[in-house]
């Protein structure tokens, strides 16, 4: 898999109009990538699998969720507010105050780990959307740490849902991707579909002609739009349930770009399918800029 | 950083998915044809087939019937013989990237017979409309967009792969080792001066006359190196003549 660097590079070599998006996120996606490689993943045993009820639809995670990773997170938060401030100027002074209040003990790291999962926080001078943005991407790399070793514990096991086998989450973007090829065995090389939590960037196989919302496999309701010079990339909409989903084919590329930065240079994809009447399954971070 | 092919020939299935990709992408017309009795058609490289699968039937003194799959194209040498027996400087240019050998319009200026036998692989043809030599040239405008070339993306059987010359040559060297263990005279043709890397489970002759490119005989140098110094003086003098 290539890097997020040469991604946006590449990309914006062939559209540059996507450099303002690439500026503001392609920093916030290479902090993502960075973190969630040195991030500890899940401490102790792994909860246990009941096998039943999770080929039945129930999610890993208990209801308490992710662990709160007491060594780091406050460090990352304050890293993330750094790169926040180049990539979004608008913010500089909430997250001045956010980073004061933080160095200050007026909001605790928990505080901060909470508040990305939805928990009421509150910071003098920081609107409340902005703190939520703020925890949510400075959660995000543990969350997607912790959630490559939960994910590994039932792998072997069916799972039948749409939504995330880890955490529940909806999935914000598919990828077709080769199945590793078996030397043995001559075996096509088309792509399986899998599903990426938009939560906590777990990947799940899903079928590749329904619609993961509603289950509509009915081929007249799945519109696929698509850019005819670029058919790696696509939006699978269902007009049914007028949700749509990002699609990327890897089968198609000679390097596989990784999936945040692939959804990234999709905006103009995405911008078509929302003046298309469509809603996204589940949102990225930039999803509020386009369309 | 270079690209470079391996195309295992044995899980080649001769669907010709290659071939017929190769000239949907590019747009080319159909070649009428002759049923000749074999399934390989045309029955050679033209100026519209950049892609050939041929076709190799053989009997053992045992009465063992094989039959050997050759997905053809040009090699795109490490080293280009026919770039050397240009007489133009850029008429043939090198795609510093990819390391793709790319023919341009220019090539309209040159001597045939010079290009095309200065390839050990017989593989440039000339298109008598236009006058343009012409080969396979890496689909360097899907590659350049990171998208697999028209002939590997069609391969429904996994027999070909594209990627880092490096990623390449260690994926080539992990099969041979696998397929040695059933054929023990598999070997890579040519892999250290090519970017497109054949695997095959036999002798190079039951595949191809121009499977690879033997050494012409002079001690110390190989067929391609042989016939490109060949070609030095005529490329000098042809330059002299037309000034």
Request: one cysteine or more; glycine letters at 8%.
């Amino acid at each position: 898999m290539e890097t997020i660097e040469v991604t946006l590079a590449r990309e914006l070599g062939m559209n540059p109009a996507l450099g303002p998006l690439a500026a503001a996120f392609g920093p916030v996606l290479i902090f993502r990538d960075m973190r969630r490689q040195s991030a500890p993943g899940w401490q102790g045993p792994l909860p246990p699998v009941d096998a039943e009820s999770f080929s039945g639809g129930r999610p890993l995670l208990p209801e308490a969720g992710f662990q709160y990773p007491a060594e780091g997170f406050q460090e990352a938060a304050l890293a993330l507010i750094r790169v926040l401030r180049n990539s979004f100027p608008g913010l500089a002074g909430e997250l001045a105050a956010l980073e004061a209040a933080m160095a200050g003990g007026r909001i605790a790291p928990d505080t901060l780990w909470a508040a990305a999962f939805g928990r009421d926080a509150a910071v003098e001078g920081v609107e409340p959307r902005t703190l939520a943005f703020v925890a949510a991407e400075a959660a995000r790399p543990f969350v997607a740490r912790q959630a490559e070793d939960l994910l590994a514990a039932a792998r072997e096991l069916p799972w039948p849902g749409s939504v995330c086998p880890v955490c529940g989450g909806a999935p914000h973007m598919s990828v077709l991707r080769k199945i590793g090829a078996g030397e043995d065995f001559i075996t096509a090389h088309g792509g399986k579909r899998f599903l990426r939590c938009s939560c906590c960037a777990a990947e799940w196989t899903h079928k590749r002609v329904s619609c993961p919302t509603c289950g509509c496999e009915e081929p007249d309701e799945l519109v696929v739009l698509r850019d005819p010079e670029r058919p790696f990339e696509r939006v699978d909409a269902c007009k049914r349930c007028k949700r749509y989903l990002l699609c990327l084919d890897s089968a198609e590329l000679v390097s596989v770009p990784p999936a945040d930065a692939a959804a990234l240079v999709m905006a103009p994809l995405e911008a078509k399918a929302v003046a298309r009447g469509f809603r996204p399954l589940a949102t990225h971070v930039w999803s509020g800029l386009v369309g | 950083m270079p690209k470079a092919f391996f195309i295992d020939t044995t899980k080649c299935t001769a669907c010709r998915g290659c071939q017929v990709g190769c000239k949907e992408w590019k747009d080319f017309p159909a070649v009428p044809t002759k049923q000749r009795g074999t399934h390989q058609n045309p029955p050679d490289l033209t100026h519209f087939n950049f892609k050939l699968v041929r076709f190799a039937e053989h009997m053992d003194t045992q009465g063992k019937v094989t039959w050997n799959f050759f997905p053809d194209q040009c090699r795109h040498c490490l080293e280009a013989p026919c770039k050397s027996g240009a007489s133009l400087p850029d008429s043939i240019v090198i795609d510093k990237d990819t390391g793709a050998v790319i023919y341009t319009e220019k090539t309209a200026k040159e001597n045939f017979e010079t290009i095309r036998s200065s390839c050990p692989y017989d593989i440039p043809r000339l298109n008598p409309k236009t006058k343009r030599i012409v080969k396979c040239d890496m689909c360097i405008d899907r590659v350049k967009k990171n998208m697999l070339p028209m002939c590997v993306k069609s391969c429904a059987m996994g027999a070909m792969h594209f990627g880092d010359r490096a990623d390449i040559l260690a994926r080539a060297a992990k099969r041979l080792v696998a397929v040695q263990k059933e054929f023990p005279k598999a070997q890579l043709c040519d892999m250290e001066s090519v970017s497109v890397i054949y695997l095959i489970a036999d002798a190079p002759a039951k595949y191809h006359k121009f499977a690879v490119a033997d050494a012409a005989g002079a001690p110390g140098m190989t067929r391609q190196d042989f016939l490109a110094g060949m070609f030095e003086p005529l490329r000098r003098a042809a330059k002299q003549i037309q000034g």
